[in-house]
C-alpha cells in the first residue's frame, strides 16, 4: 500500500477552484419568467433545500418567479416548528420555511394546492406559511401550462 505523505486539510484551504466560471452570468430578459415546482415531502432529501435556492436566484436573475408545491410538495409550504409554530427545535428546523418566506419577501409567488392540503394531509389553509397562495387542483396543470406558453425556464422537482 502506498504511503501518503500529505498535509492534513484544515480550515482555510481551498480544496477547489470556486472563483473559476465557465459559463457567462445569463440574466432574465425584461417579461420572462421561471417555474418551480415540488412534488416532494419536506426535508426529503435535499431537493427542497437546493431547488428553492435556485428559485431564489432565479428570481435575482430578473425572472418573475413562481413555486408550485402539490401533491406531497405542500409539506414544504406549511408551518411549524417546535415546542410552538415558528420556534425552531435545532439549527435548520425551519430552514424550507425561512426559505419560502424569504422568496416571497423578495417578490417570488408561491402556491400551494388545495386537494393535497386536504385530502392527503388533513390540513387546512391555514396551515400555509403566510404569503402562500392556495389553488384549486385543477390550477396545478394550468400554472404549468401558463408557464409553458411563456417558454418560461421550468424546473421539475419531484422524489418518491
Same mark, same amino acid.
Given at each position: 500500500?502506498?504511503? $501518503?505523505?500529505?498535509?492534513?486539510?484544515?480550515?482555510? %484551504?481551498? +480544496?477547489?477552484?470556486?472563483?473559476?466560471?465557465?459559463?457567462? %452570468?445569463?440574466?432574465? %430578459? &425584461? !417579461?420572462?419568467?421561471?417555474? $418551480?415546482?415540488? @412534488?416532494?415531502?419536506?426535508?426529503?432529501?435535499?431537493?427542497?433545500?437546493?431547488?428553492?435556492?435556485?428559485? =431564489?436566484?432565479?428570481?435575482?436573475? !430578473?425572472?418573475?418567479?413562481?413555486?408550485?408545491?402539490? !401533491? &406531497? #410538495?405542500?409539506?414544504?409550504?406549511?408551518?411549524?416548528?417546535? &415546542?410552538?409554530? *415558528?420556534?425552531?427545535?435545532?439549527? !435548520? @428546523?425551519?430552514?424550507?420555511?425561512?426559505?419560502? =418566506?424569504?422568496?416571497?419577501?423578495?417578490? #417570488?409567488?408561491?402556491? *400551494?394546492?388545495?386537494?393535497? =392540503?386536504?385530502?392527503?394531509? *388533513?390540513? =387546512?389553509?391555514?396551515?400555509?406559511?403566510? #404569503?402562500?397562495?392556495?389553488?384549486? &387542483? +385543477? %390550477?396545478?396543470?394550468?400554472?404549468?401550462?401558463? @408557464? /409553458? /406558453?411563456?417558454?418560461?425556464?421550468?424546473?421539475?422537482?419531484?422524489? $418518491?
Amino acid at each position: 500500500m502506498p504511503k $501518503v505523505e500529505r498535509e492534513m486539510n484544515k480550515d482555510g %484551504d481551498f +480544496l477547489v477552484d470556486y472563483e473559476e466560471k465557465v459559463f457567462p %452570468d445569463v440574466q432574465a %430578459d &425584461p !417579461g420572462e419568467k421561471a417555474l $418551480v415546482t415540488f @412534488h416532494t415531502v419536506a426535508f426529503e432529501g435535499s431537493i427542497s433545500i437546493v431547488n428553492t435556492l435556485s428559485a =431564489t436566484r432565479l428570481l435575482r436573475k !430578473g425572472y418573475e418567479t413562481s413555486i408550485l408545491l402539490y !401533491g &406531497p #410538495g405542500v409539506t414544504m409550504g406549511f408551518q411549524r416548528g417546535f &415546542p410552538t409554530l *415558528g420556534d425552531e427545535a435545532f439549527p !435548520g @428546523h425551519l430552514f424550507v420555511n425561512q426559505r419560502l =418566506t424569504k422568496f416571497m419577501e423578495e417578490g #417570488g409567488k408561491v402556491y *400551494g394546492c388545495r386537494f393535497s =392540503t386536504q385530502a392527503l394531509y *388533513g390540513q =387546512t389553509e391555514k396551515a400555509f406559511i403566510p #404569503g402562500i397562495t392556495p389553488i384549486n &387542483p +385543477l %390550477d396545478v396543470l394550468d400554472i404549468i401550462l401558463i @408557464h /409553458k /406558453k411563456a417558454g418560461a425556464v421550468i424546473m421539475d422537482s419531484w422524489t $418518491v
